[in-house]
């Protein structure tokens, strides 16, 4: 029998198709692995071409004498700049900003073939410290209202560079759909007096059946109301909610679980396109105590259509619960793909 279920925090409805439905690993890829080399002379984020990109506003290690393990730079096609004040206008019902605000580019590591889930636990929680610094500064600047930390992976996710990165735009405004979540949350929390994401996240711990993977300070699950096939959110357990309040201890158990869990997507599904973001609340609620963030990693297995683009609704064939069986039996030992130093 098909169901409709609601997202508890978005309030949107999704179809689970279930007569539709399909077994997990029938949405694997079934592509042939691409050969990618490490190194690619031409690539301007392979060691040794560091002159062809801006300058660099963060390295690890710091100071210049040994070779990077990550870098931050500005997006050298920035969606918006930070040479603009966000100066507003309103002409009848037209309202514009000037365009404001920070693009920068995190590249993963030194290897132009490192995907995240390739990449030693040591590689992932650099790349998460560099997060939490580059967030940390940007959150400083009073015209920056949001920050979005996110990752392309493959062409149908919108990755144009093929050497793995990460990116970070900052906002002069706070999302809608971000605006919406916090005002859910809010509400959740003077209805019930507690934060819906606490209490979302013991009971999914003790039904186990969404659970994917646990750390110990983070848990992967399957949404219940996922709008497409394998939606999974890691939700750090201490109350958060900012991003940038994660801790070193924090960082490295977050290492483990997003790259385990992408380890899993990778070998399970065939290394699909993919999109991870985080999901922060805006600086001014640091400290909130209705709301708490967390990651979301969308794989790229269906095609958004006509249905999606005219209702909002999703229709989601395969069961959450089937996703998170399947991805738990996907067996990825500590070792498993590292290419990068440790
Ligand atoms: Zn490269
Ligand atoms: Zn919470």
């Known amino acids: 029998m098909p169901e409709l279920r609601q997202n508890f925090f978005s309030k949107e409805w999704v179809i689970i198709a279930t007569e539709r439905a399909k077994r997990p ?22 060691p040794g071409n560091e002159g062809k990109t801006p300058a660099e506003v963060l ?10 393990t990550v870098r931050v730079i500005p997006n050298k096609f920035a969606a918006l700049s930070s040479e603009v004040q966000p100066k507003r206008t309103l002409r009848h019902l ?26 030693s636990e040591a590689q992932v929680a650099r790349i998460l410290s560099a997060y ?17 930390i996110f990752k392309n992976h493959g062409a149908d996710a919108g990755a144009s560079m093929q050497h793995p990165h990460s990116q970070l ?19 959740h929390y003077d209805d019930v007096g507690e934060c819906m994401f606490c209490h979302v996240v013991e009971r999914e711990i003790e039904d186990q059946v969404r659970i994917v993977l646990k750390g110990e300070h ?37 290492a483990g679980v997003l790259r385990t869990l992408l380890a899993k997507i990778y070998a399970g599904l065939e290394n699909p ?35 999606e683009l005219g209702s909002g609704m999703f229709i989601n064939t395969v069961l959450p619960e089937a996703a998170a069986e399947f991805l738990r039996k996907v067996a990825i030992d500590k070792a498993w793909g590292a290419t990068a130093a440790p």
Do not use: K
């Open 25 to 46: 690993e029938e949405l694997a890829t079934h592509r042939t692995a691409p050969a990618i080399p490490a190194f690619v002379e031409t690539c301007p984020f392979c």
């Open 273 to 307: 396109d993919l999109n991870f973001t985080v999901r922060s609340a805006p600086a001014e609620y640091a400290g909130a105590r209705h709301f708490h963030w967390y990651v979301s990693v969308i794989p790229r297995l269906t095609r958004v259509a006509g249905f």
């Open 218 to 254: 983070f848990v992967a699950m399957e949404v219940f109301a996922a709008a497409t096939p394998f939606a999974t959110h890691i939700f750090p357990l201490r109350h958060m909610a900012s991003f940038g309040d994660i801790t070193d201890m924090e960082i490295a158990d977050l």
């Open 169 to 187: 735009i900052a906002t002069p405004v706070i999302p809608s759909q971000v605006r919406h979540r916090l005002f859910e949350a809010l509400r």
């Open 59 to 68: 390295r690890f290690p710091t100071g210049a004498t040994e070779p990077w």
């Open 94 to 119: 037209w309202r514009r900003i000037d365009g404001f605000g920070f693009h920068e580019v995190i590249i993963d590591s030194p290897d132009h073939s490192g995907y995240m889930a390739l990449l």
């Open 132 to 148: 939490r610094e580059r967030y940390n500064a940007l959150s400083l600047d009073q015209r920056v209202n949001h920050i979005t």
